[in-house]
């Protein structure tokens, strides 16, 4: 694939992108589960639930277990107080992420993170790993904007930056992420190591495949030249 050299501007995923949290996610759940005398379900597993927000998480863990799903609301309620003791924790970030993400501030790329997550969990997150202050914007689940995988969060993460959306370079890790960064408008690439909602990386519909971030932000530095337009030149 040739690289185009007009993009500027990048947004990230946050979970399987960014951020491997799916441990502290299943010790949430799993907490919230003992509560109600439901059995836990293995990391691998909630793996798979990850990537539509905390309310779609709930109602896939609960059709796991064979529970119903008549009282997600308050079943979401008490992960979010589990989860906001664990958040932070013991999620790290992926290998190649912190030399990336420094790569491309030096190149003078703006990056965003746009994730289902919620506001609170994501800034908590960002801030205990270092990059918050690495963004120039963070689109989050709870923002009022319809979530991944519709293009609107992502149109407002490039509004965000001043960049327009075929400009800026979606990197993701699931369906999810690409369907979302096809309806904005923005080129997608993938990384293999993120959850997917348990798909096979080879699956993934993406512009390309590339093995962490730091490869990406290598290859796109490196095509774009030391040069750097205005965002919207």
């Known amino acids: 694939m040739i690289i185009p050299k007009s993009l500027r501007a990048v947004i990230f995923d946050l979970d399987g992108t960014l951020v491997d949290s799916s441990g502290e996610i299943a010790v949430a759940l799993e907490r919230t589960f003992r509560e109600r005398g439901l059995p836990p379900l293995s990391r ?85 790993l270092g990059v918050r ?28 930056m001043d960049v327009l959306p075929e400009r800026t370079l979606m990197l993701g890790d699931s369906d999810n992420d690409i369907i979302a960064a096809r309806a904005a408008g923005c080129p997608v690439w993938c990384v293999p190591y993120g959850y997917n909602e348990g798909k096979p990386p080879e699956q993934l519909n993406c512009d390309r495949l590339v093995a962490s971030i730091d490869e990406a932000a290598k290859l796109l530095t490196s095509a774009a030249g030391s040069g750097f337009p205005s965002p919207r030149e």
């Open 44 to 128: 691998q597993r909630v793996e798979t639930l990850i990537g539509r927000g905390v309310v779609v998480l709930v109602e896939r863990a609960l059709a796991e277990v064979g529970a119903g799903t008549g009282d997600t609301a308050a079943v979401v309620e008490r992960f979010e107080a589990h989860y906001a003791q664990t958040v932070g924790t013991a999620a790290v970030l992926f290998p190649g992420v912190a030399e990336g993400m420094q790569r491309f501030r030096a190149a003078g790329w703006p990056m965003a993170v746009v994730t289902n997550k919620p506001r609170y969990f994501t800034e908590h997150l960002l801030e205990r």
């Open 133 to 160: 202050g690495l963004l120039a914007a963070i689109v989050a689940g709870d923002d009022g904007i319809r979530r991944k995988p519709h293009g609107d969060m992502l149109i407002a993460a490039c509004k965000a």
